[in-house]
């Protein structure tokens, strides 16, 4: 049963225009998400994070929202930079299970000069 | 020091073999983390201790053995392996609860079996 969801392995997205990935999560005791980015042969690098009593977070080109009706959350990215190329991990945790974070499949980022 | 650093960054061992990896972090953070994560496949919970004490363990085989011996240091020790272990082994560490800033990840070990 996966509890957090990317649909869409790959997204392909010109240099300069918004890129936006979306995560479903099904559990509704999960308080807290995150975004990370990873680069082949590294570990996930923390982008940003929302509680579940906030439905935007921003920080620089990167904005994060949450739809909890809809237990749905995206990351925008504008403008999108071919640095932005890399696989993005959307995952969440609730605050009554330890810190486990579960994880969703991932999106291949490719942004294109 | 906003790192987690994970030694070595390369394994390869024999089915019989013996080995251990090594995580390591000075941020004071209280919960450390072991993750493990296959190609194409999103990182999947091995084990979480917390203040020290071992909280979470998510039913993995007793091949894998953690040990935390003080809130700095995680270790993983390894053990007549499969090469269906072979994998990235991410280390992770963070306030114990939740981060405000999340989890923060090593680079990880890349550990083939052979």
Known sequence: DQQVKQNSPSLSVQEGRISILNCDYTNSMFDYFLWYKKYPAEGPTFLISISSIK??????RFTVFLNKSAKHLSLHIVPSQPGDSAVYF???SARNQGGKLIFGQGTELSVKP | ???????????VMGMTNKKSLKCEQHMGHRAMYWYKQKAKKPPELMFVYSYEKLSINES????????????????????ALQPEDSAL?????????????GYTFGSGTRLTVV
Request: aromatic share 4%.
């Open chain 1, 90 to 92: 959307c995952a969440a």
């Open chain 1, 55 to 60: 439905d935007k977070n921003e920080d620089g």
């Open chain 2, 89 to 101: 082994y991410l280390c992770a560490s963070s306030h114990v609860g939740q981060g405000v800033g």
């Open chain 2, 1 to 11: 020091d906003t790192e987690v650093t994970q030694t070595p960054k390369h394994l």
């Open chain 2, 60 to 79: 993995v085989p007793s091949r894998f053995s953690p040990e935390c011996p003080n809130s700095s240091l995680l270790n993983l020790h390894l053990h």
